[in-house]
């Protein structure tokens, strides 16, 4: 009996050892894998790189680039940093047919290879009619302008963002991008001159193929309404609105939520009127009010089109992302094909018609006294709509801070300012 339990004591012991070699060896193969798993690589971005140059050669911050002909465009810039843009596209066409064509070239000066991601064109075409012809002649021949972008072998592109798949650029190597602005064979005529001006066009590359860039915030919450979590009307955000404001530093002025766009995106009204500057008419102090009177000389049946010429004047200092691109035709009244094509707008009657002083104050704040503003200034008794009223007498709606939908009468037209509507993605 004792020597059959020595045995069994014996045999346990030898199995423990065994397991504790095992588990040791365990132990000491996977600190060796720790260490494997931990190794990573982290490509040099400093090494990554597409410029323009007008040769496909030169690697200058800021060239010029002179159009094929030089009778119908003006000399365009080349600005290279991060995302290179072209800017200064221009052309003055006298009958259709006419067109010019800018011929730039992208290299890629990194040691990756560049996938081109995205063509964006950035504001709209603006007509402008010279000596001898009108603005509606000139309206009705601009239709028959456009401008597109071929970068190397691709198809052109035109009109807004598009995404670009499959489009490569290996490093060392350049390619072509033409630019082309075109007067239609064909197309409407004006009985004079005008120059047709573009936006910016951007190229965006990047190091990996369909690369998505973070969009930079324009507005932050201030205070959420409803307390809800959603987009509401009356919320209030703080928009760094000009390039030199800072959001991380509170710099920016107040807009309130307005009502959102079928495209997902938010239209905000500013907390005031502007002056001419652009600057908030936010106290008696400031001298210049921002009166944009709705009549010129003895009659002028254009009233928000003179109030939307003061606003593009106003904001020519606001972002560029900012820029309009729609045409508005008054809500079914008389103004039809409005080209906007500043950096913000008027508010539209539908946005403001159905409300009232006590529980939409922010849409009646810093104007006259009339016992619920939060802030008073006086002599402004209103701002324009975008909307035109059928009436022989006048054809404008202008807000009354009494009687949002009452009609404003023509002696006080004088006395209405323009606060800025503009659209933005939260």
């Given amino acids: 009996m004792r020597s059959e339990r020595r045995k069994k004591v014996m045999t346990l012991g030898i199995l423990a050892v065994c397991v504790l070699t095992i588990s040791i060896g365990f132990a000491a193969f996977s600190s060796i894998l720790n260490v494997k798993t931990s190794a990573s690589v982290s490509p040099d971005a400093s090494k990554f790189g597409v410029i323009f140059s007008s040769d496909g050669n030169s690697t200058s911050t800021t060239q010029t680039v002179n159009p094929n002909l030089s009778t119908y ?19 003055k066409f006298t009958a259709p047919g006419d067109s010019v064509t800018y011929t730039f070239y992208a290299k890629n000066t990194g040691e990756y290879l560049a996938y081109l991601n995205y063509i964006t064109f950035i504001g709209n075409k603006t007509c ?23 970068v190397g072998n691709d198809a052109a592109v035109t009109g807004s963002t598009s995404l670009i798949t499959n489009h490569t650029l290996a490093a060392g190597t350049s390619e072509q991008v033409v630019v082309t602005i075109s ?3 064909g197309a409407a005529r004006a009985d004079g001159s005008f120059t047709v001006t573009f936006g910016d066009v951007m190229l965006t590359y990047s190091s990996v193929a369909d690369y998505v860039p973070e969009a930079e ?4 919450l201030v205070d ?13 955000y703080l928009c760094a609105v000009e390039e030199d404001m800072d959001l991380e530093n509170d710099e920016g002025y107040t807009f309130y ?28 102090d400031v001298v210049d009010k921002g009166y944009v009177a709705w009549y010129s000389g003895t009659s002028n049946a254009n009233g ?41 707008r008027l508010p539209k009657l539908s946005e403001v018609d159905d409300k009232n002083s006590t529980d939409d104050s922010y849409l009646f704040d810093y104007m006259e006294d009339y016992g619920y503003q939060t802030n008073v200034v006086s002599g402004v008794y209103a701002y324009w709509l975008l909307s035109s009223y059928a009436s022989s007498t006048y054809k404008a709606w202008i807000l009354n801070t009494k009687a949002l939908n009452g009609d404003f009468a023509m002696s006080y037209a004088d006395l209405a300012g323009v606060r ?7």
Wanted: charge should be negative; proline fraction near 5%; charged fraction near 15%.
């Fill in 224 to 236: 959420d309404a409803d307390v809800d979590g959603e987009i509401s009307p009356g919320d209030e």
């Fill in 183 to 185: 007067y239609a064979s």
């Fill in 420 to 426: 800025p509507v503009i659209t933005v993605q939260l």
């Fill in 304 to 344: 928000p089109v003179t109030a939307m010429n003061y606003l593009n004047n106003a904001t020519t200092s606001w972002k560029e992302e900012l820029r309009l691109n729609e045409t508005y035709d008054d809500e079914g009244e008389h103004f039809t094909n409005f080209p906007l094509n500043g950096k913000a």
């Fill in 217 to 220: 915030s324009i507005c932050k």
């Fill in 257 to 284: 939520v307005l009502g959102n766009n079928n495209d997902g995106k938010t239209n905000l009204i500013m907390f005031a009127n502007i002056n001419a500057s652009g600057q908030p008419v936010d106290s008696d």
């Fill in 128 to 150: 402008t009619p010279g000596t001898g012809t009108t603005q509606a002649l000139v309206d009705s021949a601009c239709n028959g302008i456009s401008m597109s972008v071929k």
């Fill in 73 to 91: 465009g003006g000399a365009a810039t080349i600005t290279n940093g991060i995302n290179p843009v072209i800017s200064g596209l221009s052309a």
